[in-house]
């Protein structure tokens, strides 16, 4: 297995050429001008998001962000993918220990190879890690405290509201790095049984529910490694887009997508099935699903959970609805 201050505006310039809807224009104009005003960050423990994540927003948008097309991009993919892998090595036999602690980047063998980015299941998450290493390494100076961990997951936060409709998952900034490696054997196998899986969602935490939504996140997925033959194709036929398309499509698919046998087994699974069924055509209910599994998801692993933790959430950008949302948006607001 392989996540939002507003986008949205109305470009005034393409609003020349198409008759002039007032109400429309003062509302986009209401939202630019929220835009515009930077949001206090909210606070966790009294303490107040650090100014850096802002930047390091900007940063991540422009990386994740495909300007031909307003959509999420390839990076942004990865960047999700990775943010389940740093943390979905954990289960409850842990403790508080591993889970969301960088070591998906920082763990390394005897020989100073990479550990996790080496092992099959993190086959081609090698690329992203190297980006954000170097956010990290950009941004962790002048008394700024920038871990990979939070690197990992706020890149995973910021990718999905990259991606047009994607929710603002709640994000806390304060992990703990670890060079440690994580488990073998802790991560979804994709030709793994539907019972099987659920068992190991189980063992982390989650419910039929919790693991129907996150399965939600192939929505933007591509695959390139499961087969060969058919390297890049999409787990939908929308995968620059934040939708429900996926659970539909698992069902019933179209050409040119490639569903995961794992899906496909977890879509008929007793437990997990009716809970996939219930998300088609109901991206409502699956955002919020979604978005509250992915926050549980992030601090799988940190000692004292929230309780050490800085809310940063402010400083991942909104959501936008859709494709044409970005693309109208002045550039300096994307990458806000």
């Not at 950009?138 to 871990?147: A, D, M, R």
């Not at 409709?165 to 304060?174: A, D, E, I, M």
């Not at 693991?211 to 929308?238: E, M, N, P, R, Y």
């Amino acid at each position: 297995m392989h996540i939002p201050s507003s986008l949205l505006v109305v470009s005034a310039l393409s609003s020349m050429t198409n008759a002039f809807d007032l109400k429309a224009y003062s509302n986009n104009a209401i939202t630019a001008f929220e835009r515009a005003v930077p949001a206090f960050a909210k606070r966790s423990g009294g303490t107040t998001c650090p100014t850096v994540w802002n930047s390091i927003a900007g940063d991540l948008t422009k990386m994740f962000l495909d300007p031909t097309n307003g959509q999420c991009n390839d990076d942004a993919r990865a960047a999700i993918r990775a943010a389940f892998h740093d943390c979905g090595s954990w289960d409850k036999s842990q403790g508080s220990t591993g889970g969301c602690d960088g070591s998906l980047i920082l763990s390394k063998r005897a020989d100073g190879t990479p550990d996790e980015l080496n092992r099959p299941e993190n086959k081609g998450l090698a690329d992203i890690a190297g980006k954000l290493l170097a956010v990290q390494q950009k941004w962790n100076t002048g008394g700024n405290k920038v871990s990979v961990a939070d690197v990992i997951q706020f890149a995973g936060s910021v990718a999905i509201v990259t991606c047009p409709g994607g929710p603002r998952v709640q994000t806390y900034v304060g992990r703990i790095d670890s060079p440690k490696g994580a488990p073998d054997g802790r991560l979804p196998d994709v030709r793994a049984s539907g019972a099987s899986l659920f068992q190991l969602f189980q063992d982390k935490g989650f419910s039929a529910v919790d693991l129907a939504a996150l399965l939600g996140a192939h929505s933007t997925s591509k695959q390139f490694f499961v087969d060969q033959a058919t390297s890049g194709q999409s787990q939908d036929s929308t995968p620059g887009l934040w939708d429900v398309k996926y659970y539909g499509e698992t069902l019933n698919p179209p050409a040119g997508v490639f569903v995961f046998p794992s899906d496909t087994n977890l879509a008929k699974d007793p437990s997990v099935g009716p809970e996939f069924k219930g998300f088609v055509n109901n991206a409502g209910k699956w955002n919020g699903k979604f978005a509250d599994a992915m926050l549980r998801l992030s601090l799988l692993g940190v000692p004292g959970g929230t309780n050490n933790l800085i809310d940063c959430t402010n400083s991942v950008p909104k959501g936008t609805q859709n494709k044409r949302d970005i693309r109208a948006a002045p550039i300096n607001d994307r990458v806000r």
